[in-house]
């Protein structure tokens, strides 16, 4: 079984979530998305795992949501967005098998265990 986390390091959510991970002996593989964009196919791999839309696990209070107007925007305009500026990813997102979980609260990606 394979465990992965989208994080981000200077983000305290989180930071919470993989100490979380941590301290249920779950090991994950940190996947730092701000240094590593993830491609289109993980962004909708991701999505249809969370089973949300793009509108869902975008930042909208972002500045570059707002120069884009992603709230009005198309699914894949939001996906293609997110690949060019991967800040507008809401985090963490943690990945068990074929599922995944937003961490917002950390809890909930216990749900995955």
Not at 63 to 84: C, G, R, V, Y
Request: with cysteine; hydrophobic share 40%.
């Amino acid at each position: 079984m394979t465990t992965q986390i989208w994080h981000n390091p200077r983000c305290s959510k989180s930071r919470q979530t993989l100490q979380l991970l941590q301290e249920k002996g779950i090991e994950a593989e940190v996947f730092e998305y701000l240094k590593n964009p993830p491609s289109t196919e993980q962004l909708q791999t991701v999505l249809a795992q969370l089973g949300i839309e793009a509108a869902a696990l975008l930042r909208a209070k972002e500045e570059e949501a707002k120069a884009q107007n992603l709230a009005a925007a198309s699914n894949e305009a939001i996906i293609e967005a997110m690949t060019q500026h991967p800040k507008l990813i809401e985090r963490p997102i943690v990945i068990h098998n074929d599922k995944a979980a937003l961490g917002r609260p950390p809890e909930n990606v216990l749900a995955l265990f």
